[in-house]
Nanobody
Framework: QVQLVESGGGLVQAGGSLRLSCAAS????????MAWFRQAPGNQRELVAG???????DYADSVKGRFTISRDNAKNTVYLQMNSLKPEDTALYYC????????WGQGTQVTVSS
């Protein structure tokens, strides 16, 4: 059974940084892609960043230049380094992984105060 467990969320002031982690219960190389999504209250869930099996990355325009997604295959973990955080980055952040079948974590809360 595939499990994705996020960690690293918290409360930070605007301009600060956080690093989110997503640990998988299986070898992440088995996933075609891994990604981070976020959902703020009243908003739809949106894609923040994605990384392919071979390391190709993609980002939402709103986070380009501030967020970096990376993966450590040996640790079966994907990361999201978030710098220069803004209040509008406040959301529940979810890890997502898979190919045709997608798996979701439970989410980790990120709150950015102004």
């Amino acid at each position: 059974q595939v499990q994705l467990v996020e960690s690293g969320g918290g409360l930070v002031q605007a301009g600060g940084s956080l690093r989110l982690s997503c640990a998988a219960s299986v070898k992440i190389f088995s996933f075609e892609t891994m990604a981070w999504f976020r959902q703020a209250p009243g908003n739809q869930r949106e894609l923040v960043a994605g990384i392919s099996r071979y390391g190709h990355t993609d980002y939402a325009d709103s986070v380009k230049g501030r967020f970096t997604i990376s993966r450590d295959n040996a640790k079966n973990t994907v990361y999201l380094q978030m710098n220069s955080l803004k209040p509008e980055d406040t959301a529940l952040y979810y890890c997502n992984a898979g190919g045709t079948t997608r798996y979701w974590g439970q989410g980790t809360q990120v709150t950015v105060s102004s």
